[in-house]
């Protein structure tokens, strides 16, 4: 008998809905190079035209999925600090701090490369759809692009929602929390992290965590979900 799933984890709805209009777009923007993908060729030679035409278009796409990533992080930084305001409000006095401005907001996403992220898997996904024995279909071609570019920015998303969180915590010297989703898809790498507090300029040590790209902070791996929740002192 299956055991019931938990309730979802919907402690973060802008997040979500973010996340949701990030991933729609993305795929919007591969609809072109979808649809070529899903002609049946008749010949070996319409194969190939179309392998090419499937490479180019995933190429033509590179611009808007860049754009779209970035911008994703930029409202995940804002959303990170809108959540910190509402969990743990700035103290007396300074109602008015504690959002970031567009400078802020890039200056915290700076370390999220998207553009090279992106780059990376159109470049690979078109080697696949166009070259050598082991060319891959162009229909998975494309769906394996989706899903890798949906997986470094969802990643992004992660990192610039604590960063948010981190930066709203430091201008007032409030603690961090570690949070873990506690769904259906928990993640059981960071699962002892979660309850963890420290200092807003400190970091989390996880003895499991192997992963270059971890910083101290959430994400602890591709595709984690956890941030660090605010602590009024
Ligand atoms: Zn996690």
């Known amino acids: 008998m299956a055991m019931p799933l938990p309730e979802p984890d919907d402690t973060t709805p802008d997040l979500n809905a973010m996340e949701e209009a990030t991933r729609e777009d993305i795929e919007r923007h591969l609809v072109p190079a979808q649809r070529a993908a899903e002609q049946n060729p008749r010949t070996p030679l319409d194969r190939t035209r179309q392998r090419g035409r499937v490479a180019r278009l995933l190429r033509e796409a590179r611009a808007a999925l860049t754009d779209t990533a970035t911008n994703a992080a930029r409202q995940a930084v804002r959303i990170g600090a809108a959540g910190a305001r509402t969990e743990a409000p700035p103290p007396d006095g300074r109602e008015q701090d504690g959002i970031p401005d567009d400078t802020q907001t ?3 996403t700076a370390d999220v490369d998207l553009r090279q992220d992106v780059r990376f898997i159109i470049t690979t996904s078109g080697l696949h759809v166009e070259t050598g024995p082991r060319a891959v279909e162009p229909a998975l071609a494309v769906q394996q692009t989706a899903s890798r ?16 969180r981190a930066w709203y915590a430091a201008l007032f010297a409030y603690d961090l929390k570690w949070y873990t989703r506690r769904d259906e898809r928990v993640c059981p790498i960071c ?22 790209a971890f910083s101290g902070r959430p994400p602890a791996h591709f595709r984690c979900r956890c941030y660090a929740q605010v602590l009024r002192r």
Request: proline share 2%; aromatic share 8%; hydrophobic share 40%.
């Open 106 to 108: 890039a200056n915290l």
């Open 149 to 164: 570019v949906w997986n470094v920015t969802a990643t992004a998303i992660t990192r610039a929602h604590t960063a948010g």
């Open 191 to 212: 699962r002892p992290a979660h309850g963890r507090v420290i200092g807003s300029r400190e970091r989390f040590t996880l003895r499991e965590v192997d992963w270059e």
